[in-house]
């Protein structure tokens, strides 16, 4: 549980964190000052995992550019099934692991203006491309050359961020700044319960969408 | 002579029009769908993020690695400047296990279009030129350059891309990945709508 939270946090706010499940959210968002994530073991585990979710979103579809291009064109449903069906085994399975204490979360921080303002940003600049920074490294792993102008301006835009970052991060990144606000604490249940009807709510999503679209 | 340079005009207005109408088009439904039930696909992707907390302490994600790509090129004109801007003091431009996990996807995907004769080795996809025509490379590769600016740039403000709010960030229940990621489908389909139905 983060400090920002313990400051803001109405009474009946503590009630409701104080469920079977308090959620420990990890630390800060950035570099650990040790580095274990580039010790030779953790590359290597990198390029495997990586392997593998190269191999899942070609074989999903989702490095097709018409596949990417449809959902937003919103005649093809595949990006919507892949993305809610993870979340659906990802959300039960990470929550799990973490309820077993085998892993630690890292949860985002919520910061309204920034999540929007980047989001919508985000969503232009997809329609464009038409790959996302992990599709379109899978897009150029299946043939998909244009991909590569992709990869340089994300390469470009993410170093003009990194020239704008000190004064983002004293403006639009503090605005609407609520930490690593969750789901469950928004609506004050516990996350078991949350994750439960959540979970079924985004299966009946997928049910419904898989009845009433071609694909 | 008239009547036949006529029926020419004609016949080079009419082609280009067949030539569309004969490919599959702007139907996104006209060309293959996913090669694996996208309900696999994604129940596999939820088991591998548990391996990526369980192996790695890490969620999956993307496009912080070509911030620290970009940094490394950086790095090499302008070490001091680049060292010096806030983004790169949190997030060091060098080689990590993200930066492994993108160049593997590159593999891996590869490997599956391989076994499943799927590799495409083209500079346009055909859904792009049937709408843009086939002389569109040049703007192709420019609303790719810009739009993947306008993604990283988006992203490092939001936070994260499809894979990090999209997938690691909502598993894990956070308000901001919601958020973002119900931003980056308004943006998304806007965009799209303007550039395919208008």
Redesign the interface.
């Known amino acids: 549980m983060n400090m920002k939270n313990d400051v803001t946090a109405t009474p009946m706010q503590v009630g409701a964190q104080q469920h079977e499940l308090p959620i420990d959210k990890g630390g800060p968002d950035k570099d650990p000052p040790t580095g274990q994530s580039s010790t030779g073991k953790q590359l290597a585990l990198g390029l495997l995992f990586g392997l593998t979710f190269g191999f899942l979103l070609q074989k999903g579809g989702v490095a097709k550019y018409h596949v990417l291009i449809g959902v937003l064109l919103l005649e093809d449903f595949t990006v919507i099934k892949v993305m809610l069906s993870a979340i659906v085994v990802g959300m039960i399975g990470v929550f799990g692991l973490y309820a077993l204490g085998l892993v630690k979360l890292h949860i985002k921080p919520t910061r309204y203006a920034a999540n929007i303002l980047g989001g919508l940003m985000f969503g232009v600049g997809f329609a464009l491309l038409s790959y996302c920074p992990g599709t379109g490294a899978a897009a150029l792993g299946q043939g998909n050359l244009d991909a590569l102008a992709g990869i340089l301006g994300l390469m470009a835009g993410s170093y003009f961020y990194a020239e704008a970052s000190g004064f983002l991060g004293r403006t639009v990144e503090k605005w609407g700044d609520r930490g690593k606000l969750t789901l469950p604490e928004l609506v004050r249940v516990s996350p078991a319960a949350f994750i439960l009807v959540f979970a079924s709510l985004l299966v009946a999503v997928l049910v419904v969408v898989e009845r009433t679209t071609v694909r | 002579m008239t009547r036949t340079v006529l029926a020419g005009v004609a016949l080079a207005l009419i082609t280009p029009g067949l030539a569309v109408a004969a490919s599959p088009g702007t ?3 006209a ?6 039930s ?23 994600g ?2 912080t ?3 620290r ?3 490394m ?2 790095k090499l004109f302008a070490r001091r400047h ?1 060292e010096s ?4 003091q ?3 431009p ?20 391989w076994l ?1 004769g ?11 030129t049937a709408r843009f025509g086939a002389d569109s490379l040049a703007l ?54 303007l ?3 208008v």
């Open positions: 139907d996104p439904l060309y293959p769908g996913p090669a694996w996208p309900y696999l696909v994604g129940a596999l992707i939820g088991l591998l993020s548990m391996a990526t907390f369980y192996f790695s302490d890490k969620p999956l993307a496009s690695a070509y911030a790509l970009a940094g090129v950086g680049t801007l806030k983004y790169y949190d997030f060091k060098k080689v990590d296990w993200e930066v492994m996990l993108v160049v593997g996807a590159v593999g891996g995907a590869f490997l599956a279009a499943g799927e590799l495409t080795g083209e500079w346009l996809p055909a859904m792009w192709r590769l420019g609303a790719a350059f810009l739009g993947g600016g306008l993604m990283a740039f988006g992203s490092r403000m939001a936070g994260g891309c499809t894979s990090g709010h999209g997938i690691s960030g909502t598993m894990q229940l956070s308000v901001g990945s919601w958020v973002a990621v119900v931003c980056f489908f308004v943006g998304g389909i806007a965009t799209a709508l550039m395919f139905r």
